[in-house]
């Protein structure tokens, strides 16, 4: 395993973690996607099976997220580790098809936005509205088949060894 096999899973992580921190002007109502973006780097990288992200660094993601944006200390940290909790237990399907990681990256964030639903509807003690958290889910998976997803995967080609190209002249 080599350096970059280490790197970039926790640095993806650890900067979509700090981007969904910013507040960038996006009403309250509308930035619920944001923290789910971190839940699409935990995914991705579980997945990967060469690839190093143990459940210490999505714990200090949530934990840092928490902390960074004033919210219930522990929150953020129990999602994240039910996102790699999920995308563990998805790992055993053994999916080959883009199509098919796709419609898991896709139900793993509409359980892991239910999940962080109730969990805030419980510790509020009222049903919270579910449609923050239905809008953040949708903008969520816009961001991860638009943005991230190619994102994660540039970083991910990049960090294969042995994918380099040899240049030659014709002649």
Do not use: K, Q
Request: a neutral charge.
């Amino acid at each position: 395993m080599n350096w970059s096999r280490l790197v970039a899973p926790i640095g993806s992580v650890a900067v979509l973690t700090l981007i969904a921190a910013l507040p960038l002007g996006i009403p309250a109502g509308d930035r619920f996607f944001l923290p789910l973006l971190p839940v699409i780097a935990i995914h991705y990288w579980t997945l990967r099976h060469d690839a190093w992200l143990p459940e210490w660094v999505v714990f200090l993601a949530g934990l840092t997220l928490d902390i960074l944006t004033h919210g219930p200390v522990g929150y953020w940290a129990f999602i994240y580790l039910l996102a790699h909790l999920t995308a563990t237990l998805s790992a055993r399907l053994h999916l080959e098809s883009s199509l098919d990681r796709l419609l898991l990256l896709g139900l793993a964030i509409v359980v892991i936005t239910f999940a962080a639903w109730l969990t805030a509807s419980i510790y509020f003690f009222d049903l919270l509205d579910p449609l923050p958290y239905a809008t953040g889910a949708v903008l969520a998976s816009i961001c991860a088949l638009f943005v991230i997803l190619p994102l994660l995967r540039l970083v991910d080609g990049a960090a294969e060894p042995g994918r380099s190209m040899r240049l030659t002249r014709g002649g």
